[in-house]
C-alpha cells in the first residue's frame, strides 16, 4: 500500500517563527488533507489539496502531486499552534503520516 | 458536524463494545480508524450508503454497520488490551472527497 512520510517527526519553536512541514508520498492519490490534532484527540481539518497552493491567514499549503510531496507552512507561530499536524492521503483508502509533533514555546 | 457517542469507555478484556457516530448532514459515506497512543490513524473500513466499501487490515471480529439516516455503528467483539486506542469517525459527500472528524471515542481495555 501507499507509504507517507512525514518531516520532521518533532518540532519547537519559539512565539513568532515560521516552519514547514513536509508530506512524501509514494504513490499517485487522488487528494490530500492537513489536519491539526487538539490534545484532546480531534483531527481539525486545515487544508484539502490534491494538487495546487491554498492560503488561510497563517497558513499555507501546497502539493505538487506529480513530485509526490506537499509542504506545510506556519508563519508567525502562535503557542496555540502546538499540537500534532497528520497529513492524509487518499488512493484506495485514507493513509495517514505518523505525524509531525510542533511545540510553540511562548 | 460530525458527533461520536460516547466519548470515554473502559470494558474488560472478552467484551464486546458499540461504539456510535453521527455523520455530518448531507454526507452519505462514513470511515472508522483506530489511532493508538503516538500513532497516525490507521482506517479500519468505510461504508457508503449502507454497504462496506473498502477495509484495511483489521481482523473481522471488528465489524461496521451504517443506517439510512447516515448514521453508523462500529462493533468489536471480544476485545483484546490491544483494542485500547481513540476511534475516530469521519464522513464525507463521497469515497474520495474531504472528510471531516469527529472528536473520537477512547476505549480502554482492562
Known amino acids: 500500500g501507499i507509504q507517507v512520510e512525514q518531516s520532521p517527526p518533532d518540532l519547537i519553536l519559539q512565539e513568532g517563527a515560521n516552519s514547514t512541514l513536509r508530506c512524501n508520498f509514494s504513490?499517485?492519490?487522488?487528494?490530500l488533507q492537513w489536519f491539526h490534532q487538539n490534545p484532546w484527540g480531534q483531527l481539525i481539518n486545515l487544508f484539502y489539496?490534491?494538487?495546487g497552493t491554498k492560503q488561510n491567514g497563517r497558513l499555507s499549503a501546497t502539493t505538487v502531486a506529480t513530485e509526490r510531496y506537499s509542504l506545510l507552512y506556519i508563519s508567525s507561530s502562535q503557542t496555540t499552534d502546538s499540537g500534532v499536524y497528520f497529513c492524509?492521503?487518499?488512493?484506495?483508502?485514507?493513509?495517514f503520516g505518523a505525524g509531525t509533533r510542533l511545540t510553540v514555546k511562548p | 458536524g460530525v458527533t461520536q457517542s460516547p466519548t470515554h469507555l473502559i470494558k474488560t478484556r472478552g467484551q464486546q463494545v458499540t461504539l456510535r457516530c453521527s455523520s455530518q448532514?448531507?454526507?452519505?459515506?462514513v470511515s472508522w480508524y483506530q489511532q493508538a497512543l503516538g500513532q497516525g490513524p490507521q482506517f479500519i473500513f468505510q461504508?457508503?450508503?449502507?454497504?462496506?466499501?473498502g477495509r484495511g487490515n483489521f481482523p473481522p471480529r471488528f465489524s461496521g454497520l451504517q443506517f439510512p439516516n447516515d448514521s453508523s455503528e462500529l462493533n468489536v467483539n471480544a476485545l483484546e488490551l490491544d483494542d485500547s486506542a481513540l476511534y475516530l469517525c469521519?464522513?464525507?459527500?463521497?469515497?474520495?472527497?474531504?472528510?471531516?472528524f469527529g472528536q473520537g471515542t477512547r476505549l480502554t481495555v482492562v
Open positions: 504513490d499517485s492519490v487522488n487528494n
Open positions: 492524509a492521503v487518499y488512493n484506495n483508502d485514507m493513509r
Open positions: 461504508y457508503y450508503r449502507e454497504e462496506e466499501n
Open positions: 448532514s448531507g454526507h452519505n459515506t
Open positions: 489539496i490534491p494538487s
Open positions: 469521519a464522513s464525507s459527500s463521497g469515497a474520495r472527497t474531504e472528510a471531516f
